[in-house]
Each structure stands twice: as C-alpha cells, then as structure tokens.
C-alpha cells in the first residue's frame, strides 16, 4: 500500500472514528441485547424461568441453564449471531434458562437452601411439565454451577441425565473475587439498609481484579473506533461486564463462612439444611468446562471439581479463554458450544 493510500485510509478511518464517538456519547448508538425471542413460563420471587423458542427441537430431555447470582444473563444470549443459546436452539435442545433477577429487601433471607433446595427442583418440575419429559440435563454457568452442584449433591435422585457446569469455583484458595467481595472484615458491615450485599459493591469486586482493564480498553477502543463491528461488540460486552446485581444478605453470609473461611466444597465439609452433602454423590455423566485465563474464576479454582464429583464419565474442557470468552467470541462459537452439544447430544435421546 502506497503512503498516499494509507494516508487516504486514515483520513477516512478518523472520520468514522469521529462519528462512532459522537453516537456513543450521545447515546444514540446503544446495542441491544438478549434478542432471541423466549418466554416466560414460571416465576417464584426474582426468579424467573424462560423457555427459548425452537421450532426444530431434536433431543430431549430438555436443557435447563441456571445462571449465577451477581450478574445478568444476557450475556448468555448477548447479539444475533454471537448468542451462545442460539447456538444451542440451533444443536437441536428444548432450552430453558432460570435466572435470579434483582435481590431486594424480599430476598435478604434467601440462602443456599431457597436457591439449591427450593428454585432449581422447582424449575425442574416445572421444566419436565412443560416438555412431558422425565429428567433435564443441566447446565451451570459461574456461581450457578455451584448451585447446581449444591442440588445434585443434597438430591441424588433428582431427575438429572446429565450435569455440566462452566467456570465454576469449587476451591475458594485462590478465589481473588471472593476475597474482593465478602472478605476483609465483618460481612455485616458490607450489607446495604435492605439486607443485602449492594450491586456496586459487587461492581468494585470485579472491577479490582483487573484495575487496568478500563485504561486498555479505552485504548483499543480508540484505535478501533472507526470499526462499526467492534464498537457494537465492545458496547455489548461492556455494558454487561458493568451491570450487576445485589447479592441476598443470607447468601452471603453462608458464602464467606462455608467457602471463603472453610473452604467446605474442597473438604468436603459443606452442610446444607442441616445435612452434610458432599459432591461425590453426583454421578451422573459430567463435564466441566473451564477457561486457562479466567481472571475471575482462575483454572486452579475451578478444575478441582473433577476429583470431587462422583460420576464415572467425567469430563474436563481446558479452553485458551478468559471468563466470557467461553460463551461469547470465536473459542465459544468454535470449540466450547460444539464439544458441550456434543456432550448433551450423546446423553440425549433423538426424536
């Protein structure tokens, strides 16, 4: 390329870049998110659970995802095209997605026992009803893996063939973001006026783990903002990354003493309702999904899970992916969706 052509390249790019960051400051540019049309089937508090629509369901049984408990769930289905539901729609499954919604002043008292003990099973029931199937397959995503966990373990003979689970923490060692969030202090200290761990608080958690990440990304933005495809995706991504939720006071609570104090996942000490649970007790086909570098929960935090689950075909993922990058990119489009589709479709019955 000549000096005059990559001159005249310039000139043209600066001239989009103007134009993109007179739209995102005026806010006229916003990206939407979560388009893939689904419907809300059942309610309990802040819980919600959605049915994804699909005109071409080809296995059961159907696929129940449980998200975590500090962030919102569109991530899972960010853009048309760059949607790891959609992918999923399109493998074939009847999917489901339960997420928590927005603690308030209701939810202060909602502990480990609402979320493992009464909303999954319920949503399950639900689920089953719904497709007239006998069992799901079930998914966790982050803090909603270790929910998962938590059910499969108190309830062996719940109605599962199948449990995955992604970028899930089971040893809270080297769990940066617990310490970030719940350590520090007294835990009552950190509850806002309805009982509950504020969303900011969460927000600064997350934002301390990378405390560069805003002054790089501002700079890859700048140099991409001629860039119409990368302006929606960093707009998607970031606004995501910044919208959390409050996180119930009980669960917290239980959070900073069982796993940040105890550690009770790893040793095996977790009690749960009164009863002691442990994860070998699950033993159903498993796979765990992790990324090599995830900031948030770091591969050394969540791949000892495959020593303490009890099932006999278990599987682990090791992915060159950060946190989002294992449901969101090129690594989620091309290796995480086809190997956990893979995984479901050979647990799963074809109609």
């Excluded at 270790?146 to 992604?166: C, E, F, N, Q, Y």
């Excluded at 707009?235 to 959070?255: T, Y």
Aim: net charge negative.
């Amino acid at each position: 390329m000549s000096i005059v052509d990559r001159v005249r390249r310039e000139v043209e790019r600066n001239a989009l870049r103007a134009r993109n960051g007179i739209k995102m400051a005026a806010g006229v540019s916003r990206v939407r998110t979560g388009l893939t049309p689904r419907d809300l089937v059942w309610r309990n508090g802040r819980a919600s659970l959605y049915r994804y629509r699909n005109d071409d369901i080809r296995y059961r049984p159907p696929l129940l995802i449980v998200f975590s408990v500090v962030s919102r769930a569109y991530i899972l289905d960010l853009t048309p095209g760059n949607s790891f539901v959609e992918h999923l729609l399109n493998g074939g499954f009847d999917v489901y997605l339960l997420e928590w919604g927005e603690a308030d002043e209701r939810d202060a008292l909602n502990g480990f026992e609402y979320y493992a003990d009464g909303a999954i099973p319920a949503a399950i029931r639900e689920v089953c009803t719904r497709s007239n199937a006998d069992e799901v397959s079930i998914l966790g995503y982050c803090f909603g893996g270790v929910l998962t966990l938590l059910h499969g373990a108190h309830h062996p003979d719940a109605p599962i063939r199948s449990h995955t689970v992604m970028a899930c923490p089971v040893d809270y060692e080297p769990m940066s973001l617990g310490t970030a969030m719940l350590g520090g202090g007294d835990i009552e200290d950190l509850l806002g006026d309805d009982g509950n761990l504020p969303a900011d608080l969460v927000y600064s958690a997350f934002r301390s783990l990378t405390p560069t990440a805003d002054i790089t990304g501002y700079a890859d933005l700048l140099e991409k903002l001629w860039n119409d495809d990368y302006v929606k995706a960093y707009q998607a991504m970031n606004g995501w990354a910044s919208d959390h939720v409050p996180l119930a006071g009980r669960l917290a609570r239980q959070m900073s003493s069982q796993l940040l104090e105890q550690n009770a996942l790893v040793e095996d000490t977790f009690v749960l309702g009164g009863d002691r649970v442990s994860l070998k007790s699950i033993t159903v086909p498993f796979l765990a999904v992790l990324g090599e570098r995830d900031h948030i929960v770091p591969a050394e935090a969540a791949s000892p899970v495959m020593d303490l689950v009890g099932s006999e075909q278990k599987t682990e993922l090791r992915l060159p992916a950060g946190h989002i990058g294992l449901v969101v990119g090129r690594t989620a489009a091309k290796t995480t969706v086809p190997t956990i589709v893979e995984f479901l479709q050979n647990q799963s019955e074809e109609l």
